[in-house]
């Protein structure tokens, strides 16, 4: 395990080092000379910051900038969040950051900014969502498991990385659409949900992980996920939902507009290198560029999603009850 970590590190070092050849933005960048930080609002080790390097692979010899990954973990992301909503709108303050984090975490936890803070450079790769039972389940199918939760109420529960993720409000998306009700119960990550499921404290799991002792009976998602071709999606089912997450680098608001077009370029140029897309779909990852201006209108739709499910569960900020003085 060891060696394959220390394998997968050093490709990515060596894509950064063959790209350092001549780039259009080397020579003429809309940048100061001084490092463009991608701020990591997650832990060391996971995910984003494994994509933010590979990112910063080929985004930075493209650029012609020297990139670095700043940690800044805390509150499901909300710290990076706005150190880089108040940040400098120069281009040399970025993140990647998930939708439901940019969508549903400043409504849940009140914070002074949301998305419109942001300015949208591009979605660089996006994740697919699963529901999933432990392979010995009786249910094969979401038919079997409405079948049983339309006749049983609140008698199933699915276990869920965290409240208010999109694992939970897709899930709750799709009991409103097929009319039943189950139980959401939280757990510490997706590890630990697939866990539970595993140990039979749970009937269901919705994740974006993947494990050898669990089916996929849906993905969330607007296609079928490459990883997994065999599993529909709810879309194919008969049920029109959809909810996913998407990788996207965001800038503080106001950012010069000849800084996006070069982030929004070089952001292009990763997704489409070979290597780049090699090491993100070992991450069960599947690489996808969405400009600036198509972010911003799926920002805006999701949006809507986003307020209305909060608002129904009882999860923005104004609805939580305070603690008795």
């Known amino acids: 395990m060891r060696n394959s970590k220390l394998k997968f590190f050093v490709a990515i070092a060596a894509l950064g080092a063959c790209a350092l050849t001549g780039s259009a ?77 940019l969508l549903a975490r400043p409504l849940m936890m009140g914070l002074p900014v949301d998305h419109r803070d942001f300015a949208p450079i591009a979605t660089v790769a996006i994740n697919f969502t ?3 039972v432990k392979l010995d389940s009786r249910w094969k199918s979401v038919d079997d498991v409405i079948r049983d939760a339309r006749a049983n109420p609140g008698k199933y529960s699915y276990a869920i990385p965290a409240i208010g993720g999109n694992p939970h409000f897709a899930m709750e998306l ?3 659409a ?14 630990q949900a697939i866990a539970a499921v595993l140990g039979n404290e749970t009937e269901l799991v919705v994740t974006d992980n993947t494990h050898p002792q669990i089916r996929s009976l849906a993905t969330l998602n607007a296609k079928r996920s490459p990883f997994q071709p065999n599993v529909p999606t709810l879309r194919e089912l008969g049920f029109d939902v959809e909810l996913f997450s998407r990788f996207s680098l965001v800038a503080p608001k106001g950012i010069p507009g000849a800084a996006v077009k070069a982030l929004e370029q070089a952001a292009r140029t990763a997704v489409d290198d070979p290597e780049v897309r090699r090491l993100l ?39 939580q009850r305070k603690p008795a003085k």
């Not at 709108?89 to 993140?95: A, E, K, S, V, Y």
């Not at 097929?178 to 590890?191: D, E, F, H, K, L």
């Open 174 to 176: 799709v009991s409103r």
């Open 281 to 319: 779909e070992r991450q069960q990852l599947e690489p996808v560029f969405e400009s600036g201006a198509e972010l911003a209108k799926i920002w805006e739709k999701q949006a809507v999603i986003y307020k209305q499910l909060i608002e129904d569960l009882g999860l923005a900020h104004h609805q």
């Open 25 to 101: 933005y080397a020579q003429k960048r809309p940048f100061a000379d001084r490092p463009i930080q991608i701020l990591v609002g997650f832990p060391a080790g996971g995910i984003f910051d494994t994509v933010n390097r590979i990112l910063i692979s080929r985004m930075s010899p493209e650029l012609g900038v020297h990139m670095i990954p700043v940690p800044s973990p805390g509150a499901g992301g909300a710290i990076a969040m706005q150190k880089v909503a108040r940040g400098t709108p120069d281009g040399h303050t970025l993140m990647l950051v998930p939708s439901a984090t």
């Open 130 to 132: 699963m529901i999933a």
């Open 178 to 191: 097929a009319n039943i009700r189950v139980v959401p119960v939280p757990y510490q990550g997706s590890p």
